[in-house]
């Protein structure tokens, strides 16, 4: 194997060191906390300016705006370290560093990139990407809301849907039609703030799992956006959206790989020490069988994951790597806990065992940032190709 390429997985010195700090923040500030922030919805907003602190909310932005200048391999090695410790928390930071610092950093102008990271990074502002609508999920081009330019200024109509970080965040990527007869290429992007007049929050919805990460409904009525902050090139929003897309697919692949490897280890702890006819359950084939599949499924996830890291970080397309691997990760989560639960048996059922609140965390996994289905869609298209 070449040295330096997509499929080199060794960890430089420095990977090994952030791993090694992150671990021990999350053992430190995050499990013992989790479960009970979680079961009571709480959003966890002092261990957000944590993460800031440790320079995980713009991980990959250069310091000269406020971030950590990681690698893509770091970044994701820490988020998976994040997610084995507490799924919510992992989103909010996925969708602060890959669905909205990395749009401004690479589509903002420099007044953009200076007024907006340096405060992302800090923690003073949290962000939330804001494309999903009632009609348009999936079909992510269907929407709806508009941006008419009124002067100095645009004027935005309409409803955003499921906007993870929404009520929390002080700043939106929005998606709107700024020229609606061109469709999905009459899309911009804007940093809109949420003092802008104008910008509301909705309802928040009540969820099966990641109970701590607020989910929101955005109401835009007549909301006022001045034109500087319109976010690259009026009508290549949709583009925008898209290629943001395959590094915030990375980013879930990274959380589902950090859901599973919960799993397997509450499920190894457990069947060493839970006896069942004179024996641990970990010397029955059944178990061992669970254990050994839910491994290989595990780190043949994770490879997929860091090569597309890594060619993420090398500047190479990313399009199919990022959906091959949020596509594995995340049905690997799936699976993983399930398998978790069949070998605590019934008390994997109970709020008491971490097991449960994994199991209904992972499900999200296959459905936001693009479903398994649209996982495929894009696989397909991408090998289908000339
Ligand atoms: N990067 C850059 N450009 C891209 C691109 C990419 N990855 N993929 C496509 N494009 C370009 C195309 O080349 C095309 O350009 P031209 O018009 O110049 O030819 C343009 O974008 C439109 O592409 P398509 O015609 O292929 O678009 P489509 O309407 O068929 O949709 C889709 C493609 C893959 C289905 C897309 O709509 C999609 O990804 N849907 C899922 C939406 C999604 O993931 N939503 C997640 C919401 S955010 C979230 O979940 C966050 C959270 O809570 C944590």
Redesign the pocket.
Known sequence: MKEGTPMDFRQTSEQQMIADTVRQFAKNEIRPVASQMDREGEFPRSIVKKLAELGLMAAFIPPEYGGSGMDMVSYVIALEEIASAWASLS?IM??NNS?VCEPIYRFGNGAQRKSYLPRLASGELLGC?A??EPES?????ALKTTAVKKGDRYLLNGTKL???NGNEAGLAVVYALTAPEKG??GISAFIVEKTFPGFFIGKLEDKLGLRSSD?AELLFQDCEVPAENVLGTENEG??IA??T??G?RIG?ASQALGIARACLEEARAYARTRKQFNQTLSSFEAIQWMLADMKVDYDAARWMTLKAARKKEKGLPV?LDAAMAKMLASEMANRTAYKAMQVFGGYGYTKEAAVERLYRDARITTL????SE?QR??IA?ELLKS
């Open positions: 989103v996925t969708v669905l990407y494309l999903t999920g999936s079909d992510a081009g499921f906007i993870t999905k290429k989910t949709f583009k898209l290629s897309l395959d915030g879930i399009t936001y940032e693009g479903t649209i869609l894009v298209r």
